[in-house]
């Protein structure tokens, strides 16, 4: 297996299984964490993720097939989505084009996620990936989803993308507005999460007004 990536929580590796290229997710033990304890964090972030990865694919939303889970090792063999960058590598090459069709795109992706109660967590643009040929987009990185019908944790995970976007991505405000108008023409009781989005900036503007 060829190592990938190096993240915070999680090495990625390429390799194949029965003959498809796969992807392999390790969540490594943290030395600094007590070790029965982190055994349990590791294992929950791992089973989230799968859960989550299962559920999409039923519901119909694009993400990695999971082919196999060890969990004593906390790995998740996955489909490789081959001939597919980050969104964000793709809205960094190409500064200054139009995006609003791959922000109708993520809108529609966020709508079919949050109709089926799936919480994603981190909905960056580093762990959405994007076809290079189709423009189709596919979602990863569940470990910090939960499954939720709440209008408050659903509004949490669009703040998350709001800040994500416009720290990585300057000048993105009518991007993330296209989002917005989006979800709200997919999703039932779309008016209580923006209520709840609302809500919740208004919380994080206080906070860096206190300091
Ligand atoms: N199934 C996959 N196919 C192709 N690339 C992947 C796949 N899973 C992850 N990657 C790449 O590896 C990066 C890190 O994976 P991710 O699941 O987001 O882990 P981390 O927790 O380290 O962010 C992604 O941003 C993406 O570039
Ligand atoms: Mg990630």
């Known amino acids: 297996m060829e190592m990938i990536r190096q993240g915070a929580e999680a090495r990625l590796y390429s390799t194949t299984f029965h003959g498809r290229s796969c992807i392999v997710k390790e969540r490594f033990s943290k030395s600094y ?5 982190d055994a349990k964090l590791r294992q929950k972030r791992t089973s989230q993720e799968v859960r989550a990865l299962l559920r999409c694919r039923k519901a119909g939303i694009r993400t990695p097939v999971v082919y196999f889970v060890d969990n004593d090792s906390c790995k998740i063999y996955m489909e490789k989505l081959d001939g597919c960058t980050t969104l964000r590598d793709f809205i960094v090459a190409r500064a200054g ?12 992706l966020v709508s079919g996620l949050h109709n089926n109660d799936v919480i994603h967590g981190d909905l960056t643009t580093s762990n959405v990936m994007i076809d ?5 987009l596919r979602v990863l990185d569940f470990g910090l989803s939960l499954m939720s019908n709440l209008a408050e944790d659903k509004g949490v995970d669009l703040y998350v993308l709001e800040r994500a976007l416009l720290s990585s991505h300057p000048q993105t405000e009518h991007l ?13 009781k779309s008016d209580e999460v923006i209520a709840k989005l609302d809500e919740i900036r208004m919380r994080g503007r206080k906070r860096t007004m206190v300091g």
């Open 97 to 108: 084009v139009d995006f609003e069709h791959v922000a109708v795109a993520l809108g529609d």
């Open 33 to 37: 964490r007590h070790a029965s304890l």
């Open 132 to 136: 290079s040929e189709t423009n189709e």
């Open 176 to 188: 993330f507005q296209i989002i917005l108008d989006t979800y709200k023409k997919r999703v039932k």
